[in-house]
């Protein structure tokens, strides 16, 4: 099991950068992916970011070369750069973690975190 909580968003104007963390309550070494998902009002939640255990990254085609997910193990935590950062940005982001335990794979969510991008 793992608490995550989110810190980092806030009001932006388009062309801005912000930098989200994502804690976890316990080490992420053995955590099989780490994730950023979004939701805006009116539509479905959305991957835009993950990272595995071993370091392998995939973005959603709408943030690449703009967002960047990163991980601090010594800190249990995951980051979310992201640059130029445009109205259709606008969400709440929600970190996600995937923990393998016997059998079963379980997923853990953190409450978000709101960022707002005025144009």
């Known amino acids: 099991q793992v608490q995550l909580v989110e810190s980092g968003g806030g009001l932006v104007q388009a062309g801005g950068s912000l930098r989200l963390s994502c804690a976890a309550s316990?080490?992420?070494?053995?955590?099989?992916?780490m994730g950023w998902y979004r939701q805006a009002p009116g539509k479905q939640r959305e991957l835009v970011a993950a990272?595995?255990?071993?370091?392998?990254?995939n973005y959603a085609d709408s943030v690449k070369g703009r967002f960047t997910i990163f991980r601090d193990d010594a800190k249990n935590t995951v980051y979310l750069r992201m640059n130029s950062l445009k109205p259709e940005d606008t969400a709440v982001y929600l970190c996600?973690?995937?923990?393998?335990?016997?059998?079963?794979?379980?997923?853990?969510w953190g409450q978000g975190t709101q960022v707002t991008v005025s144009s």
């Open positions: 316990r080490s992420i070494f053995s955590i099989k992916a």
């Open positions: 990272i595995t255990g071993g370091g392998g990254t």
């Open positions: 996600n973690a995937v923990i393998v335990s016997g059998a079963g794979e379980y997923e853990y």
